[in-house]
């Protein structure tokens, strides 16, 4: 079975630029989550989405908006990229909310650089 | 305020000893989970183990086990028989609440010698 998968896995991105990172879930999952990891730290939340409605956001500037589609994909917006946008993006999956046991698992990222 | 504290930046083992990661944890909340996951070098997050709240027993998966002592708020991983493959950051994780939000520690970088 295909896991969380992510793309594009590396891009480079000039600054005030826009840019759109892409998630799939693991079949039969509904929830998507979304982080970002900046070098040498741990991840931080950015989003969750269950059944396509938010559910939860974290403290992320509104130049980042994400949405789930009905497939349960996923996409992650950036707008007006800075500097410090650069880090490690990474979605996790899991069948609904992550407690009781229902593990929380992650893609291999999106690698973005802003110049 | 959630927190989860990783006070170990790093850590070396011998192949083949047991080597244990700290992790402590704060949170208001009744219900939630705690997880570990390791990260090597290519960034992806692994998952490794799992422990509710609520649950009675640590948590066991294969050479992985979580030490979990609720009254003391840590939630430590034990890998049994360590590998030259288990050198890499494992970060700790506390999840509560309905929304899916994981709060992460700072991580602990394992290098497994020969």
Known sequence: DAGVTQSPTHLIKTRGQHVTLRCSPISGHKSVSWYQQVLGQGPQFIFQYYEKEERGRGNFPDRFSARQFPNYSSELNVNALLLGDSALYLCASSWSNPLGGNTIYFGEGSWLTVV | ?114
């Not at chain 2, 997880?35 to 649950?55: A, R, T, V």
């Not at chain 2, 360590?82 to 970060?91: C, E, T």
């Open chain 2, 1 to 114: 305020a959630q927190k989860i504290t990783q006070t170990q930046p790093g850590m070396f083992v011998q192949e083949k000893e047991a080597v244990t990661l700290d992790c402590t944890y704060d949170t208001s909340d009744q219900s939630y989970g705690l997880f570990w996951y390791k990260q090597p070098s290519s960034g992806e997050m692994i998952f490794l183990i799992y422990q509710g709240s609520y649950d009675e027993q640590n948590a066991t998966e294969g050479r992985y086990s979580l030490n979990f002592q609720k009254a003391r708020k840590s939630a430590n991983l034990v890998i049994s028989a360590s590998q030259l493959g288990d050198s890499a950051m494992y970060f700790c994780a506390l999840g509560s609440g309905n929304t899916g939000k994981l709060i992460f520690g700072q991580g602990t970088t394992l290098q497994v010698k020969p």
